[in-house]
């Protein structure tokens, strides 16, 4: 049986390439916390988009899926869910909330992490929740010729508790004795969350929830104001490679964590880097025209109102839509299509 042992990753050496992500983390958090103090009410609009992200992305990965108005609504709470998916997307817009709320006092247990689980399907008719997994599960691919294989078998039932409450226990002692920075220890833990497979149902969610809670633990607050979720989906291919590669030779402890360990530490600084995009955008003295069209010139390709107005925290929809049709009347932007299906893309004649 794989061991838990994560105070041996002291004993490990890691390359130039997570050594230089970890050193980058770490500047960009210190370069954070003073926005905190700076920019409050702007960080409350992140929280906000953020929030409905990384619902709707997190369920999307595992193909569950709303319109995004109805996944907007569920989030902010103004209607209940109405189908098996709606309630899937109501079920982790509660933990998330949980965890945003409550992190410091969320300790992580196997008791703890089956409380979760019972509350990620609360909403739904499925009896196992808050229940470690009664059947065998598999993670399984899909050939090219359509036929499907077993990649990978994960932990049997029977053994599932007693590896559940030792990746918890493993964990908190690495944390208490500082064998190394959480930066590595998180995913470490992740990759063998994901390999136990302890649920019948709701295994990768689960992950990406106890991602949060566990970087949020240890200080790392970018996903509160940026999706990591969503960076994730937009990665969902290199996401399940890198997952398919570090479950090579895991059940006897042969495995390598390095591909997801740089995987997830670069979703980490691409966050920050985002945060810091979107929040060195405002100033207090520009117009929103002004900063409507700084964004502007910054986006490739086609975008919408949408998508500008996440990069723009400190002004109200309204006010993007107006510096947007300004920008079209100046002839700085081209729009394809009306209404909500309306998309733009920078004139290059201009």
């Not at 958090?29 to 990384?54: C, D, H, T, W």
């Not at 969350?193 to 709701?202: A, E, K, S, T």
């Amino acid at each position: 049986m794989h061991q838990f042992d994560y105070v041996k990753l002291k004993e490990s050496r890691w390359d130039g390439e997570i050594l230089s992500f970890v050193a980058q983390i770490h500047e960009h958090k210190g370069k954070q916390e003073l926005y905190y103090r700076q920019k409050p009410v702007e960080l409350e609009r992140l929280v906000e988009i953020a929030k409905i992200q990384s619902t709707e992305s997190s369920n999307k990965i595992e193909g569950i899926e709303a319109t995004s108005a109805r996944v907007r609504q569920l989030v902010e709470e103004k209607t209940a869910p109405k189908d098996r998916d709606e309630q899937e997307i109501a079920g982790y817009r509660d933990i998330l909330n949980t965890i945003h709320e409550s992190y410091e006092f969320i300790p992580l247990k196997s008791d703890i992490i089956l409380q979760l689980h019972r509350d990620l399907l609360s909403y739904t008719d499925k009896s196992f929740g808050g229940k470690f997994k009664n059947t065998q599960n598999y993670i399984s691919e899909t050939n090219a010729d359509g036929s499907v294989f077993t990649r990978f078998t994960p932990i049997a039932p029977h053994e599932t508790p007693q590896a559940m409450e030792a990746i918890c226990i493993g964990y908190q002692e690495a944390i208490d004795r500082q064998v190394v920075d959480p930066l590595i220890l998180i995913p470490t833990y992740i990759c063998d969350f994901l390999c136990i497979h302890p649920f019948n149902d709701g295994n990768g969610r689960m992950s990406r929830l106890l991602t949060t809670l566990l970087f949020y633990k240890c200080g790392y607050m970018v996903g509160r104001y940026i999706s990591v979720e969503k960076k994730i989906e937009k990665t969902k291919d290199n996401y399940y490679d890198v997952l398919r590669q570090i479950s090579t030779g895991w059940h006897d402890n042969g495995n390598d964590y390095t591909p997801f360990i740089k995987y997830f530490l670069g979703i980490i600084l691409n966050c920050y880097k985002d945060f810091e995009n979107r929040i060195g955008s405002i100033d207090r003295k520009s117009t929103p025209y002004d900063i409507v069209r700084k964004v502007v010139s910054e986006t490739l390709g086609v975008f919408t109102k949408k998508e500008i107005l996440e990069q723009c925290p400190s002004i109200k929809s309204s006010s993007v839509e107006a510096a947007l049709k300004k920008l079209k009347e100046e002839g700085y932007i081209l729009s394809q299509g009306s209404g909500r299906s309306t998309t733009y893309v920078r004139n290059p004649d201009y």
